[in-house]
Each structure stands twice: as structure tokens, then as C-alpha cells.
């Protein structure tokens, strides 16, 4: 299965999960590994966020997601896909990085822009289905 449902889309909802179990969705850009089928089992979906967001904080404490393909505001476009995220450091988070600048130029370019004045860092994160 992986992440078929993926292909032509430009958000998803990611669902991570509070300690007390309950679900938190985002909708959120991500780019897909593109020397990996997104059909296959060894399909990546490459997503960043601010490094102090609570999304990274759940990240950290379960790494069990769940992934949907949908609108900018969060309106499911297909069915939920269970999946594992793992924070990068080092040459895979910038290989995820440039594949999202790729994705969204000119709008993550300019967000980036702006982003620098406030001194924010950021975490790239990859997405594996299970």
C-alpha cells in the first residue's frame, strides 16, 4: 500500500499522538523521497516544522502516526495510513529539505525568508509507512 494516496498532492494531515492517546491533526507540506516508489513499503514522505512545536514534542515521546492526504486546511482527500516518523539530523534532513524547497518554490523560499528574522530553527522529519 505505502503511500500511494500521496501522489499529486500538495498537504497532509498528520495526526501524532498526546501521551494520553488522543490525536492532534496538522495539515502540513511534505515532499516525497522521489528515487522511491510512494506504492511500495519503502516509500518516505519528508515533512519540517519548527523544532519547538508540539508536533516534534509528540514525535519524540511516540513516534506512531497517522497520514491522510488533504486540503490546506486539513479536509481529508483520502484515507488514513498508518506510518512511523523519525526527526533527521545531518544530510538527510537538508536531502528532505531541498526536495520540500523544490516542492513549494517560491512559497517556502519566501517563508524561510522571513523566518530568519525571527531565528527559528527548524526540524525535518521523515515519514515511513508501517
Not at 519528508?46 to 509528540?58: C, I
Not at 481529508?76 to 533527521?88: C, P, Q, S, T
Amino acid at each position: 500500500m505505502g503511500f500511494a494516496s500521496f501522489a499529486r498532492q500538495k498537504y497532509l494531515n498528520l495526526e501524532t499522538f498526546k501521551k494520553n492517546g488522543q490525536g492532534v491533526k496538522t495539515p502540513v507540506w511534505f515532499a516525497a523521497e522521489p528515487s522511491l516508489q510512494l506504492d511500495s513499503n519503502d516509500a518516505k514522505l519528508y515533512v519540517y516544522t519548527l523544532g519547538v512545536s508540539g508536533k516534534v514534542k509528540r514525535i519524540r515521546n511516540n513516534p506512531r502516526v497517522k497520514v491522510a492526504p488533504c486540503d490546506m486546511r486539513g479536509g481529508l482527500k483520502g484515507d488514513w495510513v498508518r506510518a512511523r516518523a523519525e526527526i533527521l539530523t545531518g544530510a538527510e534532513a537538508q536531502h528532505g529539505m531541498q526536495l520540500l524547497n523544490k516542492k513549494y518554490a517560491p512559497w517556502k523560499q519566501l517563508l524561510d525568508f522571513f523566518a530568519m528574522f525571527r531565528k527559528r530553527e527548524r526540524t525535518v522529519f521523515v515519514l515511513r509507512p508501517t
